[in-house]
């Protein structure tokens, strides 16, 4: 399980880093979620996050963030279901009229995440 989390928290510093890098590249990520029933599939994926973590957080070695994480991803993707399909199109296309400085921001706290996930586990 550990393996799991681990590889979570690689490839959340990975697209932190694209996305700090070149945060035009979010923007291209959020048209392509928006999507048909992407944001669906985007909120299972979050919800099956959240239960690995949790899952595997007993045997992490800073507990409480590795639960904290879980929760969090947890409630992100059981939102996404209860928001509806047309409120979270709406949420991605504010997202994507935010500016780069900012777009760089979220890189570099994806970054943060994912370091203290790899950290963590």
Same mark, same amino acid.
């Given at each position: ?12 510093? =990975? ?10 590249? *979010?923007?291209?990520? *959020? ?10 599939? *985007?909120? &299972? #994926? ?9 899952? &595997? =957080?007993? @045997? ?7 639960? =904290?994480?879980?929760?969090? =991803? ?21 997202? @994507? ?11 570099? #706290? ?5 370091? *203290? ?5």
């Amino acid at each position: 399980m550990l393996i799991l989390v681990k590889l979570v928290g690689i490839v959340v510093v =990975a697209i932190g880093i694209i996305f700090l890098l070149i945060p035009k590249t *979010m923007r291209q990520w *959020m048209v392509f979620c928006e999507k048909g029933i992407r944001p669906y599939v *985007m909120g &299972a #994926l979050r919800i099956l996050v959240g239960i690995l973590f949790l899952l &595997a =957080a007993p @045997q992490s070695r800073v507990v409480w963030v590795i639960i =904290a994480v879980g929760v969090l =991803a947890l409630i992100g993707g059981i939102t996404f279901f209860i928001l509806g399909l047309e409120k979270v199109k709406g949420m991605l296309k504010w997202w @994507q009229g935010r500016s780069l400085p900012v777009l760089r921001l979220i890189g570099l #706290l994806a970054i943060a995440i994912g370091v *203290m996930i790899l950290y963590s586990a």
